[in-house]
């Protein structure tokens, strides 16, 4: 067993693990975030996103014990019902999910990418959209909803940035 610290959405935690036990499996085993959700468990769907030290990465491919001195962020402290964040909004608005099992992924995989053309002060292209999130897999939503959710949630961030 080892002995590991890390900061999970601002909060420090402290564990002893196995050093074979995924990062996906603490955090919603031991930690009770919920929001990292389990598809594939090798690589393949990208449900399991979450944040290391503000970048996208598959929880289901990382070993907790790598983790070790880092900042992690799930679903759950990127946002929530009292303060959610801008693509939460658009997912909703614009039927981006439907029965919601990739979506924390998808959140996680493309926050990133929309504050990335909000500071560039511009509207991506669909090519690029939909590049921005071809590591996540959904079932059921035929990814229109999702793609029209970035755009709004940008669109929306673009628009705060002019007032
Ligand atoms: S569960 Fe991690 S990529 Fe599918
Ligand atoms: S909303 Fe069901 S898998 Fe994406």
Avoid: W
């Avoid at 959610?84 to 608005?93: G, I, M, R, V």
């Avoid at 897999?137 to 673009?158: E, F, M, N, S």
């Amino acid at each position: 067993m080892t002995n590991i610290t890390l900061e999970v959405n601002g909060t420090t935690k402290v564990l002893e693990v196995e050093p074979r036990r995924l990062l996906a499996d603490v955090l919603r085993h031991e930690f009770g975030f919920s929001g990292v959700h389990i598809g594939c468990a090798h690589g393949a769907c990208g449900c399991c996103t979450v944040h290391i030290d503000g970048v996208p990465r598959l929880s289901c491919l990382t070993f907790a014990v790598q983790c070790e001195g880092k900042a992690i962020q799930t679903v759950e402290g990127l946002g929530g019902p009292n303060a959610e964040h801008a693509l939460q909004q658009a997912f909703k608005s614009e039927h981006g999910l439907q029965c919601g099992y990739c979506t924390p992924g998808f959140i996680m995989t493309l926050a990133p990418f929309v504050g990335e053309m909000a500071a560039q002060k511009r509207m991506p292209d669909e090519d690029e959209i939909r590049e921005a999130m071809s590591g996540n897999v959904c079932r059921c939503t035929g990814y229109h909803g999702i793609v029209a959710a970035v755009r709004k949630a940008i669109g929306d961030q673009l628009a705060e940035g002019g007032k």
